[in-house]
C-alpha cells in the first residue's frame, strides 16, 4: 500500500510488536518498514529517510538510544523525529529518550488510538517545520536578492551623479588644456621675438632710456594683480585720458599695452620712454618678456586646475570593496565633491564655507562622497543654479564626564525655495521624487539615509522658504 | 583708435589671457580686441561700441558660461547685429547647442577647446573675408 499518509520505519526485536504496529498502519495509508534490530534500523533510515521512526529502546545489540544517536548525528537522518516505544516507564528513560532527541515517549503496552494520535501529531509538525523552512530559505533567498537590487541602485544613483559630472568634467579639462596649448605657442613667438629685438632696441636707446626700459620690464614682470575684464576696460580707459593729457601719439594702443602688462597704477616714470619716436616697438618688446611669464603663470594655473579634478575624481571613483571603515576627514570629501561641482557651482552659486578643524573618524568616504553630492545636488535643484551654499563642519566635543562621544555636524545650508511640509514627511522615502517624470529617481535621499545609518549617524532637516538645512552627524569614535 | 574690433567671451581668464596674446601676435593694432567674462559683460561692451561707432567684426565665444550659455547668447546677438561673424569655442560640445546656432545665428564656425592656433586664426580671417 502506498503510504499516502506517511512513511514510517518501526523497530522492534519482538516479531509480534512489529506486526502488530505494521497492521495499525498499513490500515491506515501509512507505509510501514519493519525492522528487528538497531543496526539494521540505521541503514535502513540512511539508504532511504522515512517521515518518522518508531523506536523500541531495549534491544539486543544496538539498543533504541544508540540507534537515536547515531541518526541525530548523521545528516541524512537527523531531521526524522524519533518516537520512543518502550515497557520502561520511569522518568529516568523518558528524559534520556527525549535529551538523545526524541520527539515523544509511549510505552508498552500501547493503544492503536494512541500510537496513531501521537504518529500524526508528529508527522503534521514535521510538516509544518519543513515547509517552515523552505519558507525561510525562500525569504533568506529574497532578502538576498533585495540586497543585491539595492547595491545595484546605490551603484546606479553613484554613476547617475558621476553622469551629471561628466559633462561638465569635459568643459572642465579641456578650458585648462585650450589654455595651455595657446600659452605654450604665445611663450615660443614672444621668446623668438625677444630673442631677435631686444639687441636692437638696446643699440637704438640712450643709456638713461634703456634704464626706463628695464624698469618698465620689471615693473610689468612683478606685477601680480589680475583685472577683470570690467576693470581692465575701466583702466584703459582711464589711463589713455592720462596718456592723452601727456600728449602720446597712439595713446591707445599704448593704454591697451600697459595695462595688459598690469602697468597703470604710476606711469609717469615712464612719459619719456612712451615719447620716443619707437615707442610702439619698445612696448611691443616690453610686452613680449611680459608674455612669456604671464603665459607661464597661466599655464600653472590651467594645469593646478587639471590636476585638481584629476584629483577629486579618483577620489570620488575609488571604491573601497573591504566593507572596511578607513580614518578620514570629512571635509576633505566635501571639497573633492565641490571642486567637481565647481562648474555648476561657479554660475551663480557662492560657496561659504565654515570649517573648524576636526578629527579624522572612521569611514566610508567614497560612500560620505555620495551623501554630500546629493545634498550638494539638491541645494543647486532647488536654488534653481543661484543663492548661496553654506557649508559649515564642527566637532562637538559632548559632555565633559565624557569627552570621546563627540559628533562632528555637517551642515549644508541653501538658500532655495525649500521643503513644504506635506514633501519633507516624505523625502527620505525611496522613490519620493517631486521632480517631473525621468528626471528624477527619488533615491538621493533614501541612499543618503541608508549610508548615514551605516555610519551610525543621523541626518536632520530644517527648512522655511530661502533658507534650507541639511544637518548631518556622524560620531567620532564609532 | 581702429574702429574694427573682435570681441572675445568666455567665463575664464586664462582663455582670455590666452586669446588675447595670439590675436594681437597675428593682427596687431589692425584691430581692437575686447574681453568679457559673461554674456550679460558682452552686452555691455556691444552697447559702449555701438555708442562710440566702433565695428564688431567677430564674436568669439565660450558656450558653456554661467547664467547665459553662448548658444542662446550668440542668437541674441544675431537677432539685433546678424553682420558680425560668430565663432563658438567650447571645451564641452552639446550637438544640439551649436545646431541650433547653426540656424538661428548663422554660426560661422565651431572650435574645440584645446583649439590649435591655426584653426583660430583661419577662422577668423575666413570670417573677416565674408
Ligand atoms: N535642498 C532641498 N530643498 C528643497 N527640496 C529638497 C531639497 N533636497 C531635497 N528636496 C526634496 O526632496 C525630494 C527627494 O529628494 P531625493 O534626493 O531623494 O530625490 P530627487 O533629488 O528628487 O531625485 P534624484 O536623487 O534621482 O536626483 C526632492 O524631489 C525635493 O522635492
Redesign the pocket.
Known sequence: MAGRKGNILAVDDTHANLRLLAGIFAEREYRVRPVPDGAMAVSAAQAEPPDLILLDIMMPGMDGYEVCERLKADERTCDIPVIFISAKNDLFDKVKGFSLGGVDYITKPFQAEEVLARVETHLSLRSLQTRLEEKNKALTDALEQLKATQNQLVLQ?KM?ALGHLVAGIAHEINTPLGAIQASINNITNALNASVRELPRLIQHLSFERQADFFALSEAALKSKETLSSREARKKRRSLRKVLEDHEIDDAESASNILVNMGVHQDVSAFIPLLKEKESPFILQTAYNLFVQQNNSQNIKTAVERVSKVVFALKSYARHDDSGQMIQAVVTEGIDVVLTLYYNQLKRGIEIIKNYSAVPHIPCHPDELNQVWT??I???I??MDGKGQLEISVRASEGADSDPEAGWIIIRMT?S????PDD?RAK??EPF????PAG????????I?RKIIDRHQGRIDVE?EPGK?T?SVFLPIRQ | MPEKAILCVDDEQIILTSLRDQLQRHFGSRYSYEFAESADEAFEVIQEFYEDGVEILIIVSDWLMPDMKGDEFLIRVHQQFPGIVKVMLTGQANEEAIERTRKHANLHRCLHKPWSEDELIEALISGLEM
Open positions: 544613483e547617475a546629493n545634498i545636488h539638491n541645494a535643484y532647488a541653501d532655495g525655495k525649500g521643503v514633501v523625502m527620505f519620493f521624487t517631486t521632480k528626471e528624477g529617481s527619488g533615491l538621493g535621499l533614501d543618503v527648512s534650507t541639511f
